[in-house]
């Protein structure tokens, strides 16, 4: 089963501006560890914040994005068929839109106009072709959201009873998520950011923009989160010859994200004013809610490699562990992102716990909390499924010389993280800031304990920044030079024992209703509240 070669450029155009912005980004990460080490400067009068903005968004915002559209729609047209003319029209359109987007976000940045950070905080302000930038970055990926659930919809329609090929339905949730909850930042730029930016309006409501960001940056987590927890229900399985331990319990996941994605963004601002504490209580309550979906994915993960280790004649309490394929790139990669998710997802924990968020809101841990998730189990997982894509795409196969590679870049990542986030997380607890310079603070005993961190956060970036290197070599083998021939795109099926999927778990109409009952529950009285305490606002501000 190969994904429609026309299908397939569109989904290769996608996987090209997501490895340029890897390569990009990773090296403004290794500039940056190296500056906050204290032993160097940035030459040529290029600031911190602009290469730190350069790495938040080619890394957070456009790898993600572009690898996320592009992968889905390879997963579409392989399980639900081949994209209709005007589906694919769609995509190309979203795709150029995107792409004239990022360009235009990106000379911002790069003429030091918009060195904002990728969450684009007010009152910081950046140049408005910056926010216009993004705005079409986001309408691109809708209209390409749009494509592929036509495409599902189309399958539903042509085969009704049945249920739908779980890797489109999954791809479909992801999209409705993500138009629900970029709704949010459609609203702050469109409303608060370009008036405020073209000089329209003198003042922003600095509480109301981040309130928005927020009801759309949670969800936008999940976002990137998603698509690796497509590939590890559905793609592992088969790569290590098992089935996927149950389709309805990967939907019902999945649904659950769709639910308590959204109403949770007030967590990331438990420490600031203007909010009423009960809201923020009843946000983190629903946010230990949408813990309760990768608890059920981690159970899956095991159940599966146990079941398949068992198969492969595994006994014992760990034996069946040994029996897993340690020498296939295709899950050692993703499977070491797993690993560093039960970290990654403890510290999102700690977080979320209205007491424990004291201790660490702004500082670095949160940086190495969103290095071991995104940076480590999103990432990882991405690469390993582009090992396989690309070939699929292109027509060739990875060599074992390339799968030897992609298991040693896979090993570095996982070490080198290991050192950098770990460092962030330690220097975090003992209170250093995160979006910050090297800075002695004026010699203080306190700063000088993040010192020795800081080095060690250089050592693991570097230590990444040689895994990215391997990984763009590799992804330029299979691009370019790999051997022609067949790679096979993964899709398990469930075990026999799993029983039929309810037909409620496609019922879009349900969850939608309680999706906005949820929404409506946890933001109409925090918003009121803002709008109707509203203050006169803040002018903006250009620190670089
Ligand atoms: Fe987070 C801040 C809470 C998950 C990303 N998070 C951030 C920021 C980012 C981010 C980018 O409540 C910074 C934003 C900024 O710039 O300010 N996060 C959570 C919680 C979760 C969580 C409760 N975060 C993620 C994921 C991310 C991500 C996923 C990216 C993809 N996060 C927070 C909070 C803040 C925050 C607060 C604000 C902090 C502040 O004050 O600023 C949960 O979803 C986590 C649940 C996950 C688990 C882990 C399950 C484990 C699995 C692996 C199984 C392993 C297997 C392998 C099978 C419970 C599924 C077998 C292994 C063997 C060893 C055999």
New binding site residues.
């Given amino acids: 089963m190969k994904v429609d070669s026309k299908d397939a450029k569109l989904a290769l155009a996608h996987i090209y501006v997501a490895f340029t912005a890897l390569l990009i980004g990773g090296l403004a990460g290794l500039l940056q560890v190296f500056v906050r080490s204290g032993a160097f400067e940035l030459p040529f009068g290029i600031g911190y914040y602009q290469v730190l903005t350069v790495h938040g968004v080619l890394l957070?915002l456009i790898l993600t994005t572009y690898f996320i559209m592009g992968f889905q729609i390879a997963a579409v047209s392989r399980t639900a068929g081949a994209l209709s003319s005007t589906q694919r029209k769609l995509g190309w359109i979203g795709f150029w839109l995107m792409t004239i987007g990022t360009i235009a976000a990106a000379s911002m940045v790069l003429l030091n106009e918009a060195s904002v950070l990728?969450?684009f905080y007010a009152p910081l302000q950046a140049h408005w072709i910056f926010y216009a930038g993004l705005a079409l970055v986001v309408v691109g990926s809708w209209i390409e959201g749009i494509a592929q659930i036509m495409r599902y919809a189309q399958w539903r329609k042509q085969n009704k009873g049945l249920t739908s090929p779980l890797l489109a339905f999954m791809a479909v949730v992801n999209n409705l998520m993500w138009f629900v909850a970029s709704l949010g930042v459609a609203i702050e730029v469109l409303f608060q950011l370009l008036p405020w930016s073209l000089g329209l309006v003198d003042r922003i409501d600095v509480l109301l923009s981040r309130t928005l960001f927020w009801y759309f940056?949670?969800a936008l987590?999940?976002f990137?989160?998603l698509p690796a927890y497509m590939i590890?229900y559905v793609v592992v399985p088969k790569v290590i010859g098992g089935k996927l331990f149950s389709d309805s319990l990967a939907r019902l996941s999945f649904m659950l994200f769709l639910l308590f994605s959204i109403p949770v963004g007030v967590?990331?601002q438990?420490?600031e004013p203007g909010i009423d504490g009960f809201w923020k209580f009843l946000q983190?309550v629903l946010?230990?809610f949408?813990?309760v979906p990768?608890?059920m994915?981690?159970f899956s993960?095991?159940a599966t490699?146990e079941l398949r280790g068992r198969e492969l004649g595994g006994k014992g309490i760990v034996g069946w562990?040994k029996q897993l394929p340690w020498k296939d790139s295709r899950f050692l990669v993703p499977?070491i992102g797993?690993?560093a998710?039960?970290p990654?997802?403890?510290?999102?924990?700690v977080?979320?716990s209205y007491q424990m968020?004291q201790l660490?809101?702004?500082t670095i841990w949160?940086t190495g909390?969103?290095h071991l998730?995104?940076a480590t189990?999103?990432v990882l997982t991405y690469f390993g499924a582009a090992f396989w894509l690309i070939p699929h795409i292109t027509g060739r196969t990875l060599t074992g010389r390339m799968n030897s590679l992609a298991n040693i870049a896979g090993i570095l990542w996982g070490v080198g993280m290991f050192i950098m986030s770990g460092a962030m997380h330690v220097a975090g607890l003992l209170g250093a800031p995160r979006r910050s310079e090297y800075s002695t603070y004026g010699g203080s005993e306190q700063a000088a304990e993040w010192i020795s961190y800081q080095l060690a956060q250089a050592i693991g970036g570097t230590i990444l920044f040689i895994s990215i290197l391997f990984i763009i070599g590799i992804v330029i083998n299979l691009l370019w030079f790999a051997p022609k021939g067949e790679e096979e795109f993964p899709v398990a099926e469930a075990t026999e024992g799993s029983g039929k999927t309810p037909a409620i778990l496609e019922n879009f109409k349900v969850w939608g209703v309680i999706l906005v009952a949820l929404i409506l529950i946890a933001y109409t009285f925090p918003i009121f509240e803002i709008l109707d305490n509203s203050p006169a606002g803040s002018k903006g501000f250009k620190l670089w």
């Fill in positions: 957070g990728y969450t940056g949670h987590v999940y990137w989160l590890w967590h990331h438990l420490t983190v946010t230990f949408v813990i990768s608890l994915t981690a993960m095991f490699f562990f499977f797993m690993v998710f039960i990654g997802g403890a510290g999102g924990i977080n979320a968020n660490i809101h702004n949160v909390h969103f998730t995104i189990a999103v």
